[in-house]
T-cell receptor
Framework: DTAVSQTPKYLVTQMGNDKSIKCEQN?????MYWYKQDSKKFLKIMFS???????INETVPNRFSPKSPDKAHLNLHINSLELGDSAVYFC?????????????FGPGTRLTVL | AQSVAQPEDQVNVAEGNPLTVKCTYS??????LFWYVQYPNRGLQFLLK??????LVKGSYGFEAEFNKSQTSFHLKKPSALVSDSALYFC??????????????FGKGTKLSVKP
């Protein structure tokens, strides 16, 4: 009955590899997000999708490519991983409506690049 | 540009005492403000939000926050702290995007430590 789920929870990989993180929400929301939390716990938006359309694309290297096959899923693919990509990546979802929307977060994926 | 500031890296409180975690904001227009909590090795959990209306907002786990427009603050409070409240607390402001889209701008977080 998990609302926002991510897989895997932990990901350890070598520099230069390509990896993907998956996110699924069962809340019926129409908007999904990816946030990055760095080693100092600072959280920053990376992308958001609304009904499978890219809405927000912050200043993120083009090695990061989000893909939304449907509005319940938002995956993050990272090419040519670098040491600086090590972080915790959080997926979130919300329902657009009214003046604002509450975002609900997944448990996070801790990515370690060696 | 919209932003929030959490001036304290850490707040230490004895169990049973009241707690306050501070947040100030800088926005143009009416602010939409949020508090989230992150327990160790967990995701962020929504605590409460201020959109409009009563300046005192009540949320989960006995927390509340007071919106103060003149001081541009949105401090998180709880009358009696529990050891289990120990966690990382984030204040956030909603940044409006095109149409009805937007995202959250987070503060740097405040670590709350409640000692028995």
């Amino acid at each position: 009955d998990t609302a926002v789920s991510q897989t895997p929870k932990y990901l350890v990989t070598q520099m230069g590899n390509d990896k993907s993180i998956k996110c699924e929400q069962n809340l019926g929301h129409d908007t999904m997000y990816w946030y990055k939390q760095d080693s100092k716990k600072f959280l920053k938006i990376m992308f958001s999708y609304n009904n499978k359309e890219l809405i927000i694309n912050e200043t993120v290297p083009n090695r990061f490519s989000p893909k939304s096959p449907d509005k319940a899923h938002l995956n993050l693919h990272i090419n040519s991983l670098e040491l600086g990509d090590s972080a915790v990546y959080f997926c979130a979802s919300s329902q657009t409506g009214g003046e604002t929307d509450t975002q609900y977060f997944g448990p996070g994926t801790r990515l370690t690049v060696l | 540009a919209q932003s929030v500031a959490q001036p304290e890296d850490q707040v230490n409180v004895a169990e049973g005492n009241p707690l306050t975690v501070k947040c100030t904001y800088s926005v143009s227009g009416n602010p939409y403000l949020f508090w989230y909590v992150q327990y160790p090795n967990r995701g962020l959990q929504f605590l409460l939000k201020y959109i409009t209306g009563d300046n005192l907002v009540k949320g989960s786990y006995g927390f509340e926050a007071e919106f103060n427009k003149s001081q541009t603050s949105f401090h998180l409070k709880k009358p009696s702290a529990l050891v289990s409240d120990s966690a990382l607390y984030f204040c956030a402001v909603y940044r409006r995007g095109g149409g009805s889209q937007g995202n959250l701008i987070f503060g740097k977080g405040t670590k709350l430590s409640v000692k028995p």
